[in-house]
DNA sequence: TTGACATATGCCGATATTGGTATATATTGG
DNA sequence: CCAATATATACCAATATCGGCATATGTCAA
């Protein structure tokens, strides 16, 4: 009866804005913790726990190369976002699939239009 | 210092998967709270309240006709969600498109060489 | 007006989060 | 072995959530 977990979903990892910058520092490729901690300018304990939910949900993968830990992104998990948000990209890109922007649009074709049907 | 607050982000108010849920019986067209509520039985309060969140975020649109508000979807908010995930598609979508995965390929290769060990 | 219907709000308990500070756990170099 | 470096973890305070139940608000109909 509480919030979902921030490790339920790649959704509730990534709802935290401070965790998507570090996987947009990870796409331009692995780094170790303190690139990370250095690159945003965050505290280095805070870095490591964002990092530890964003393995959980399995965003990140990790390769230990003698004392530092790099971690890489896998993107496999963000699919789903992209899935779910994908069948809303009409909502925001066609011109006639709600009524303000059909009234919109006949009100442009009026406008140009010269063909007598004006106001 | 606690979780942000899921009306400050559609990121957040989208990390409840009832609230997705809404916005997904939303996409069909308009509908009153009943109608949501019985679809996804779940309690009417419930369903409000979320209806409000998603309100709060500029989700979704409402029209009251005599007793009944009428919910619509407004996707323009799931933008920024859209346009974020979609440049992380080519971590799923593409082999060969980051230098790690090359190097990770690369090693693959090595250790299935001369070792036995195959995948 | 009264009652039925539709929706919103208030209060509650339980929970898990975020960020800070301090400290623990490796691992390397000398 | 010791010191330094890199990263992880423990504990804490403050906060806001989600869901349940009860109730308030608003609107129609007779």
Redesign the interface.
């Known amino acids: 009866m509480a919030?979902?977990a921030?490790t339920a979903?790649a959704?509730?990892a990534?709802?935290?804005?401070r965790r998507?910058q570090i996987?947009d520092v990870l796409?331009g490729?692995?780094r170790p913790v303190n690139d990370i901690v250095s690159e945003l300018g965050l505290a280095q304990p805070l870095v490591s726990k964002h990092l530890r939910v964003l393995r959980q949900v399995g965003l990140v993968d990790t390769r230990d190369v003698g004392r530092q830990r790099f971690y890489?992104?896998?993107?496999?998990n963000?699919?789903p976002?992209?899935d779910?948000?994908?069948?809303?990209?009409?909502?925001?890109t066609q011109r006639f699939d709600r009524l303000d922007d059909v009234l919109e649009d006949l009100k442009k074709m009026e406008d140009g239009d010269g063909s007598g049907k004006q106001r």
């Open positions: 919030r979902a921030t979903d959704f509730n990534v709802a935290e804005p998507r996987l796409s490729g692995e890489r992104l896998d993107g496999h963000l699919k976002i992209h779910w948000v994908k069948a809303y990209e009409q909502s925001w």
